[in-house]
């Protein structure tokens, strides 16, 4: 892994990008707002790769944040890493964009527990409890779409995190209070996910290949609402227009 690996993460109002290895990122960048992810990734990447004199073809590869997330920018940073991808032969690994922001505050927190959670609307978060060592990420709540207090209802006595971060924390500070005994912790007070995804994708428990990018998929943590609406009103599973009819 000692490579330099392009790292992409868009499942917040926060879409960042950045190139390195495990050890250190070497030029990163971000912007926020989920209106300028589709037109600012691509410049992103070209960005980043001119600030460490790369170009695509020296890549090792590129790590991509895994959702759960927005919806839509989760399939902004996915379509420009798989396009990348293809176009330079370059392996592509995902991680869970929820881990790479609880892994931002795990510096100094290391082997207890740490919960991110993103704001999935309806009163409910994106979240998941993960534990930290140096060479390996322990699952301890794996992503699911709850409210915070059924989030520390169905997570084990043992995993209760000593801190929360993320907009769906940060949107339920109280609920968060009450389940780690610690106020809620921005993204904006951390660094960038994609800068963080450089140091997890070689850890075990951390990342998963891709060995068909271009029929992977991130993990969105529900259908978007429009596919929501849909299924609604006809009572049944919208289509899959990549699978055959009949």
């Not at 879409?15 to 707002?33: I, M, Q, T, Y």
């Not at 993960?130 to 699952?139: A, I, M, Q």
């Not at 520390?152 to 009450?178: Q, S």
């Amino acid at each position: 892994m000692s490579g330099r690996w392009l790292a992409i993460d868009t499942a917040t109002e926060i879409a960042s990008v950045a190139v390195g290895s495990p050890a250190g990122a070497e030029a990163g960048a971000f912007v926020r707002g989920a209106r300028r992810h589709a037109a600012a990734i691509v410049q992103l990447v070209d960005h980043v790769l001119t600030q460490a004199g790369l170009r695509p073809a020296d890549l090792e590869g590129i790590v991509i944040g895994d959702g759960p997330g927005s919806f839509t920018g989760l399939r902004i940073g996915w379509a420009a890493a798989k396009g990348l991808a293809q176009e330079a032969a370059l392996p592509l690994r995902a991680v869970p964009s929820l881990m790479a922001a609880a892994a931002a505050v795990a510096g100094r927190l290391d082997s207890v527990p740490v919960a991110a959670c993103y704001d999935a609307l309806r009163g409910q978060v994106y979240g998941a409890v993960y534990v930290f060592r140096p060479d390996e990420v322990e699952t301890a709540l794996a992503p699911a779409v709850a409210t915070v207090a059924e989030l520390a209802r169905v997570a084990p006595p043992l995993v209760r995190p000593r801190v929360v971060v993320g907009d769906g924390a940060m949107r339920y500070p109280d609920d968060i209070l009450r389940w780690s005994g610690a106020a809620p912790v921005p993204l904006e007070s951390l660094m960038p996910n994609a800068t963080t995804l450089l140091s997890l994708f070689p850890r075990k428990g951390a990342a998963r290949s891709l060995d068909d990018p271009l029929v992977a998929e991130p993990a969105y943590g529900r259908p978007a609402e429009a596919q929501a609406k849909w299924e609604a009103r006809h009572g049944r599973p919208l289509p899959d227009p990549s699978r055959p009819s009949g």
